[in-house]
Structure formats: C-alpha cells, structure tokens
T-cell receptor, first 111, second 118 residues
Framework: SQQGEEDPQALSIQEGENATMNCSYK?????LQWYRQNSGRGLVHLIL?????REKHSGRLRVTLDTSKKSSSLLITASRAADTASYFCATTSGSARQLTFGSGTQLTVLP | EAGVAQSPRYKIIEKRQSVAFWCNPI?????LYWYQQILGQGPKLLIQ????????DSQLPKDRFSAERLKGVDSTLKIQPAKLEDSAVYLC????????????????FGPGTRLTVL
C-alpha cells in the first residue's frame, strides 16, 4: 500500500518559476527520500532527509521535513524544461530498508 | 559504472499467458528489489532479495508471481498466468549491502519493463 499522498497530483509552471511539491505520510519514519522519474524511464534518487533533520539543500533542490505533521516538501528553484518529470517521495521506517512510495506529482515545465 | 539492466523493455501478452522479466543489478550490489508500478501510481515493492535469499515477499501475489535470484546476481520475475490487472511497469532496483541497520539505502533503478496484458 502507498505510504502517503502527494500534492498536487499535477503541476504546470513556466520555465524559471519555482515548483513546490508536498508529501504526507502516515507512520513514523527513519528517513524520507525524493525520486524523479522521466517518462518511460526508471527512478533517479534526488535527495534524502533523515527524521532528525528539518531542511536540506542540494543544488536547486530544497527539502523540508516536519515530523510533527508527517509531511515533507520539495522545492525546485529556477525550474527548467528538463525538470519535467514525475516526482515521488518515499519513506523508510522501522528496521526495514524497503522504500514505500507516495503517489507522485507530475511536473510540467513549459519553455 | 553500468546501471541496472532490464529486459525486455516492452511486452504484450494475452491474459492467462506466462511472461518473464530479467534484471541484472549493478555489480557488487547485494540487495535487489522488484517493484510493480501501475499507471498513475508510485512503485509498490513486490519482493526484496539479499544476495540469493528472500528478505521480504509479503506483497508478492504468490499464486501467480514468482521470482528467483539463484546465484545472488541477476534475477527473474515470472507471472503465470497473467491477468488484465497485471498491466504495469515492472521495475528492478539494487542497492549496496548496509552495515548499519538504519543507514539509508539509495536504490538504483533500471528502466523497467512495460507489460500490457490484453
């Protein structure tokens, strides 16, 4: 079963704008990861944030985590057409090393 | 470094037929995962191997799905017989062995096999 929900399901923006995607989950977690999936391709790991961290940056990516609200957000700044893809959050919890994925946000960046 | 390889990339079969997918993980990766991704949804774990042993297959429909990783390297996933609802992309992923139980495990995904059951 899916661990959480992502919001919005679809997002369309102009190149250069910022894109924000949200992820909510249900159980306590060890860490939360974000993955990108281009159409017809496998998933690519973007960034990981541990449960004791609140914010993390990587290039144009900024991830926040609020464990009290069981939610995370992914911000992509200065978006490019090449950022067009589906973005998934995934969590690990307990002693398991498996990832449980959300339902994804389809991001379209218009040139 | 070569990535995770999967074949075939596409497969179309009729219901009640059998199908098999192959995955070759990144060299040296001890852990291998098979996921099912239905259109519009996130991937769902079917089975996880550590070397040639099964770690978790709780979400594998064992009446029709089977998977093996006999030599602890490449793996096959089989569906027999297929149903319409098995139409999905089947993703294989691998990750290195973890020495600490709570260490994060970045998973490296293959391109997937898109299965269409008619």
């Amino acid at each position: 079963s899916q661990q959480g929900e992502e919001d919005p399901q679809a997002l369309s923006i102009q190149e250069g704008e910022n894109a924000t995607m949200n992820c909510s989950y249900k159980t306590s977690i060890n860490n939360l990861q974000w993955y990108r999936q281009n159409s017809g391709r496998g998933l690519v790991h973007l960034i990981l944030i541990r449960s004791n961290e609140r914010e993390k940056h990587s290039g144009r990516l900024r991830v926040t985590l609020d464990t009290s609200k069981k939610s995370s957000s992914l911000l992509i700044t200065a978006s490019r057409a090449a950022d067009t893809a589906s973005y998934f959050c995934a969590t690990t919890s307990g002693s398991a090393r498996q990832l449980t994925f959300g339902s994804g946000t389809q991001l379209t960046v218009l040139p | 470094e070569a990535g995770v390889a999967q074949s075939p990339r596409y497969k179309i079969i009729e219901k009640r037929q059998s199908v098999a997918f192959w995955c070759n993980p990144i060299s040296g990766h001890a852990t291998l995962y098979w996921y099912q991704q239905i259109l519009g949804q996130g991937p769902k774990l079917l089975i996880q191997f550590q070397n040639n042993g099964v770690v978790d297959d709780s979400q594998l429909p064992k009446d029709r799905f089977s998977a093996e990783r006999l030599k602890g390297v490449d793996s096959t996933l089989k569906i027999q017989p297929a149903k319409l609802e098995d139409s999905a992309v089947y993703l294989c992923a691998s990750s290195p062995i973890m020495t600490l139980p709570l260490s994060y495990n970045e998973q490296f995904f293959g391109p997937g096999t898109r299965l269409t059951v008619l």
